[in-house]
């Protein structure tokens, strides 16, 4: 492939001994034409270093007319610096980009689990503009798996300049009666029965009573006997079944908890400094605008984002602004009302979070200044389950010594 030519003009002296030289080294030109002792003739770019060194032998100047082709491109271009320069610097910065992190895709639609993965990447230095190659995919997806309960799984893999987490969600399955493993029903918590809810076991303890933590309540072992008189006495026969627990202890039982707060405390403050991060949306990817992350505590304003529009069609490129707020964590002293204040709310946080399967029959708090701080005891008197499932395993069967005799029996009759 020829990258162009040169038109040459060659003036005075003898040019037919010339031209004999040229027959001679088989020099490739076209386009020849001799007038008034001057002669023009084209020679491709490939050729032109060997033909000027053949006229300066044969004592002739060639002189360069006009280019054609690439070589006129390339002389174009020379004169142009910037457009080298800008070339040069595109180059660099795709090959930059190409191993920085500019989007994070996360495959869920929960923003809370959302939330929690894009705050343990961050956590972890893996955040827009960091360097994919020193980041270990495998420890991320261990340390989301590790940090974040609603992942069962998590697979982390590189999208061009970016990364996509896929995962799987720790959904809970509904809890179902399970025949093939036996269990009794054991209270978990001192109470008393009020009512019972019973689809299979047996029975151990009635209305009315008391039971106490890690007592079983509703047996998975259910024992039945049949006693029958002889000639030689009463003879008892005993039954021993196995079976999964099923139904609901209801009682009431009472819980205390303490809940303390101290009167020094550390308190999130704003410092009144705000700071923008500007950065270029193109298509997926999230390109920032700025060369160095600020350091402090920030907190998320708002973010704005601006991508123009064309008949209502919003073009896939734009810019985003992320308002910061920075603010800073100092030590300060509360005094006894605010102390108490903050008491209550943590009991009652408890509560909305704790408490709800159960009915709150009555609420009995204790408070208590210290020299530290305030410490709040709340009994609870609850009504609700009494009891949780509790697995055993079933002894070993014995065969009664007929039935493995005709055991032994069959395998005989099949090895033949």
């Known amino acids: 492939m020829t990258l162009g030519s040169i038109d040459y003009k060659i003036e005075g002296g003898n040019v037919a001994r010339l031209l004999e030289a040229f027959t001679k080294e088989k020099l490739i030109y076209s386009e020849l034409c001799e007038t008034n002792d001057c002669l023009t003739l084209k020679v491709s770019s490939e050729h032109s270093f060997r033909f000027e060194k053949l006229c300066r032998k044969e004592g002739f100047e060639p002189e360069k007319m006009a280019y054609h082709g690439m070589m006129r491109f390339y002389r174009n271009l020379i004169k142009r610096p910037g457009i080298i320069l800008g070339a040069f610097m595109s180059v660099l910065l795709m090959a930059y980009y190409s191993n920085v992190i500019l989007t994070i895709k996360v495959d869920t639609d929960d923003p809370i689990i959302y939330g929690k993965i894009i705050d343990v990447l961050n956590s972890d230095g893996v955040k827009a503009g960091a360097y994919i190659p020193d980041i270990d995919l495998v420890i991320e997806e261990r340390s989301l798996k590790s940090q974040i309960e609603e992942v069962a799984w998590a697979g982390i893999s590189r999208t061009g300049s970016g990364i996509a987490v896929d995962i799987i969600e720790a959904i809970e399955a509904e809890k179902g009666i399970n025949v093939g493993m036996p269990c009794h029903l054991v209270a978990c918590e001192d109470g008393v ?51 999964r627990s099923i139904g609901k202890i209801l009682g009431t039982f ?11 405390t550390e308190e999130k403050v704003l410092t009144g ?19 160095k992350t600020p350091e402090g505590y920030y907190e998320t304003e708002k973010e704005e984002k601006h991508f123009p529009e064309i008949g209502g069609f919003v073009l896939p490129f734009g810019l985003s602004e992320i308002n910061l707020r920075e603010f800073d964590v100092r030590s300060q002293v509360i005094n006894k009302e605010e102390a108490l204040s903050r008491a209550e709310k943590a009991a009652y946080r408890y509560e909305q979070n704790f408490l709800e399967p159960y009915e709150i029959r009555g609420r009995d708090s204790k408070t208590e200044i210290t020299k530290d701080g305030v410490r709040l005891t709340v009994t609870y008197e609850l009504y609700g389950n009494l009891c949780k499932e509790s697995d055993f395993f079933i002894p070993k069967y014995i065969v009664p010594e007929s039935e493995k005799r005709q055991k032994e029996n069959v395998q005989d009759s099949e090895n033949y």
């Open 273 to 291: 400094k705000k700071r923008k991060l500007t950065h270029l949306e193109l298509f997926s990817a999230r390109i920032p605008l700025y060369t």
């Open 193 to 243: 029965i009020e009512e019972i809810e019973l689809i299979d076991g047996q029975l151990m303890k009635c209305l009315g009573s008391g039971v106490t933590k890690g007592e079983i309540v509703v047996s998975g072992k259910i024992v039945t006997e049949n006693s029958e008189w002889t000639k030689e006495g009463e003879v008892v026969n005993s039954k021993t079944r196995y079976t």
């Open 254 to 264: 009472t819980r205390t908890i303490v809940f303390e707060q101290p009167f020094d």
